[in-house]
């Protein structure tokens, strides 16, 4: 669904009643649109890592594809019977079925780890490409039949045709998450799909008899004379004014994307946020195109412009609670997409040039779309793409008069003053003046956060004083998103790297604990390992791999029970737990990105790899299920799978068939490690019920770090292990510290059912923590 779907401007009235069959029709075409987009990403999810750049790609596809099918839809109008138009699109959708049932093609082979993107365009467009877009051309086909067949007046649309669109696209796109995924299993969604597009042909079938009957009783021209003379009197459209269309059209699409990739970063990629973010775009151009706006272009103006200043103000950061972040940064989303969308409703043309104008806005849609698929993630190291258009955002209100006012350009000052004061604050230099000159008995860090946040209010408060222009409003945004971002900038930068499969970051600060400076890596918002730079703490594993915590009590268990073992790690990090491997070991990282290979591998950034291991260390590139399955049974004494702790997680690395893989791997007194830890999913119960229905037996450990260790020595981890046999884990049953995992309480995850909403809700109401806590109080 698009603008053209929901505009009811011109309508005069409820009129005529419409033909059930073209209701259907529109409805059935626009539910199946939109039901397919996340059901084929989940489906190509598991061979691309569970990347969040995953969904973003294929709404880039799908947008284009629309964009095909709009474009079929306008050619097509040239034939000049509209019976004839309907025996050639029902030839087309029967074409298109031939493809049919819905998978993903085996024909370009194994995912490239170096092009991924391409792949998976190429994927794409032979798995679902050519239904898409036979479904995307059915509401403005389906329209224009019923004009042709039926009439209309001065080029009105049926206000029933854009109700069926409208419910039919949200409908799907709700049920998806909420209905299908939670309790169909992928197999039954893709038949069931599949099923569903040989009953819409069949509907095509229905509605091309009646046009045939209809046309036989009353033949219709292609277009009324009334109509081809408005035309001809309609003012022409500059292309100032296309181009101002095609920008209002490319912002929201751009921030659509933006705020997934944000939010699948942070959270989790899954359908269920996938939806969120595409189903608010749809709602505003439901919104935007009504004759009486629910929501008015001042309110939302006034919305906008508030929850735009909190959001970059709080871009770098992050918020404490999932529920936040996603109400903050949807909101944000929903009012900047509303307010572009009706600044697009105010440039409306004529309505005989709409069909220019609903050509523009695809085109813009497919624009911001490959802009942050494609384009993005080759010039920017960052997930920059998202701040900057939602700092363009504040560019769509009034712009004139272009030169400011005394009273604009004093706020001005006073924000580039509390810019300047924010700098000063976050600076090296000012908190080296605080450590020999301090503020009376105020520690350093709390006078450094009260001017920074000073500096913040003050960058803010004009923001909010000038929202009402363009130009002074834009200024104070982007200061602001300038000066979040050198408060931000509490630890040194060193660097970052971009890829497909996300950002890495690395960071260097100072740890005295650790002899000094350690170089830390992130990936998004989340920590995937630390190296102190000190000689004397070099080849000591911190954070999660320290030898006090569950994984490094696995690792030297093993080696005091063996002169040599094999190990096999999926997800490499910093390369840690290399710092274990003796001369006789041998170890090899499974890891999907080759940027981290490529990061932790080099001395200059981390020496776990190259310095620490005495023994050899290899790296298989690719997908850890499908790499791990070319591998020898019974080959390995430890199988670590570190790939949780990161927000958006490989769900298909948790699953039964994934845990009857890793079983078959390790050798009979092996183990495999499963690191749980994450910050808003709660994966124990899932990973429990997983190894139960693998048929593995599983202990579980909920580790806290020492009060009084210095940062980055060791850090708090969730972790099972799970062995083969229940004589595999004698040896850790012994050990207080290990709990038998919980009882297979909830359903277990597999290749055709993953419940992240689940997953999510557990994390809120603190199951797996009450289940510790009881289990810690037995007797």
Same mark, same amino acid.
């Given at each position: 669904m698009t603008a053209a779907d929901t505009d009811p401007r011109s309508a005069p009235g409820p009129g005529p009643a419409i033909p059930w069959i073209f209701v259907l029709a529109v409805f059935c075409g626009a539910a199946m649109v939109f039901m397919v987009q996340p059901m084929v990403a989940k489906l190509v999810l598991p061979r691309l890592g569970g990347a969040p750049q995953v969904w973003n790609t294929s709404m880039a596809f799908f947008?284009?594809?629309?964009?095909?099918?709009?474009?079929?839809?306008? /050619? /097509?109008?040239?034939?000049?019977?509209?019976?004839?138009?309907?025996?050639?699109? /029902?030839?087309?959708?029967?074409?298109?079925?031939?493809?049919?049932?819905?998978?993903?093609?085996?024909?370009?082979? %194994?995912?490239s780890t170096s092009h991924p993107a391409l792949w998976l365009l190429g994927v794409l467009t032979l798995s679902i490409g050519a239904p898409f877009a036979a479904l995307s051309a059915t509401a403005p086909l389906v329209q224009a039949w019923h004009a042709r067949v039926h009439g209309r007046e001065g080029g009105a649309e049926p206000w029933a045709l854009y109700a069926a669109s409208n419910l039919g696209s949200l409908l799907a796109l709700l049920a998806y998450p909420i209905a299908v995924e939670p309790t169909l299993a992928l197999g039954d969604q893709r038949w069931g799909w599949s099923g569903l597009y040989i009953a819409f042909i069949a509907i095509i079938g229905a509605l091309a008899m009646h046009i045939?009957?209809?046309?036989?009783?009353s033949p219709a021209t292609a277009a009324s004379p009334a109509h081809r003379d408005a035309l001809t009197e309609a003012e022409p459209i500059s292309w100032r004014q296309r181009l101002t269309w095609i920008a209002l059209a490319a912002l929201p699409s751009s921030l659509m994307l933006g705020v997934t990739l944000h939010l699948s970063t942070d959270v989790a990629s899954a359908p269920f946020l996938w939806v969120a973010p595409l189903s608010l775009y749809l709602l505003t151009f439901v919104i935007a195109f009504q004759t009486r706006p629910r929501i008015q272009p001042q309110l939302a103006l006034m919305l906008m412009s508030t929850v735009l200043i909190v959001t970059v103000a709080t871009l770098p950061f992050g918020a404490p609670n999932v529920l936040v972040t996603l109400a903050l940064h949807l909101g944000t989303f929903f009012f900047c997409a509303l307010v572009c969308h009706q600044a697009l409703v105010a440039r409306r043309p004529d309505p005989a040039r709409l069909t220019d104008f609903y050509l523009c806005m695809s085109i813009g849609g497919v624009i911001g779309g490959a802009?942050?698929?494609?384009?993005?993630?080759?010039?920017?190291?960052?997930?920059? %793409?998202y701040g900057a258009v939602l700092c363009l955002c504040a560019l769509v209100r009034p712009l004139w008069p272009l030169r400011p006012t005394r009273r604009e350009l004093v706020l001005m000052a006073v924000a580039a003053g509390g810019t300047g004061l924010a700098l000063i604050a976050a600076s090296d230099s000012f908190w080296r003046l605080l450590q020999t000159h301090p503020v009376g008995s105020l520690p350093t860090d709390d006078v450094i956060k009260v001017l920074s946040s000073a500096g913040v209010i003050a960058v803010a408060a004009c923001g909010i004083l000038v929202r009402a222009r363009a130009l002074p409003f834009f200024a104070s945004i982007v200061l602001l998103a300038f000066t979040a971002n050198a408060i931000d900038s509490h630890a040194d930068a060193y660097a970052s790297r971009r890829s497909f499969f996300g950002v890495v970051h690395l960071t260097d600060t100072t740890v005295p604990g650790l002899g000094g400076p350690v170089r830390i890596l992130s990936h998004g918002t989340t920590l995937h390992g630390a190296q102190a730079r000190s000689p004397e703490y070099r080849c000591r594993p911190l954070v999660y791999y320290a030898p006090e915590t569950p994984i490094g009590q696995v690792f030297r268990r093993a080696q005091t029970d063996h002169p040599a073992i094999s190990v096999a790690a999926v997800g490499l990090g910093t390369g840690a737990v290399a710092a274990y491997v003796r001369p006789s070991d041998r170890l090899t990282f499974f890891e999907i990105d080759p940027q981290v290979v490529a990061i932790s591998s080099d001395p200059a950034n981390f020496s776990y790899t190259t310095e620490c291991a005495k023994g050899?260390?290899?790296?298989?590139? +690719?997908?850890?299920? /499908?790499?791990? %399955?070319?591998?020898?049974? +019974?080959?390995?004494?430890?199988?670590?799978?570190?790939?949780?702790?990161?927000?958006?997680?490989?769900?298909h690395l948790l699953t039964v068939e994934a845990l009857r893989g890793y079983l078959a791997r390790i050798k009979p007194d092996g183990v495999v490690i499963l690191h749980l830890s994450?910050?808003?999913? %709660?994966l124990v119960f899932p990973a429990a019920s997983a190894a139960k229905a693998a048929g593995g037996y599983a202990l579980f450990q909920a580790y806290a770090p020492a009060p009084d260790s210095p940062t980055y020595q060791e850090s708090a981890a969730d972790v099972m292990i799970v062995g083969r046999n229940r004589a595999a884990l004698e040896a850790y049953r012994a050990d207080p510290r290990w709990l038998l995992s919980p009882p297979p309480t909830v359903r277990p995850w597999t290749d055709d059912y993953t419940n992240l909403v689940g997953a999510l809700i557990g994390n809120l109401d603190g199951r797996r923590r009450d289940w510790q806590a009881a289990q810690e109080e037995a007797p």
């Open positions: 947008q284009a594809a629309l964009l095909v099918g709009y474009g079929y839809a306008h /050619l /097509l109008q040239k034939v000049p019977r509209a019976r004839d138009q309907v025996l050639i699109h /029902l030839g087309v959708m029967m074409l298109a079925a031939t493809i049919l049932p819905l998978r993903i093609t085996s024909l370009l082979g %194994e995912p045939r009957r209809q046309a036989g009783a802009f942050n698929a494609f384009v993005a993630p080759a010039i920017f190291e960052t997930v920059f %793409e050899p260390v290899d790296y298989v590139l +690719g997908d850890a299920r /499908l790499t791990l %399955e070319k591998q020898a049974d +019974g080959l390995y004494d430890i199988l670590l799978v570190d790939a949780f702790s990161s927000d958006a997680i490989p769900a994450n910050r808003h999913l %709660e």
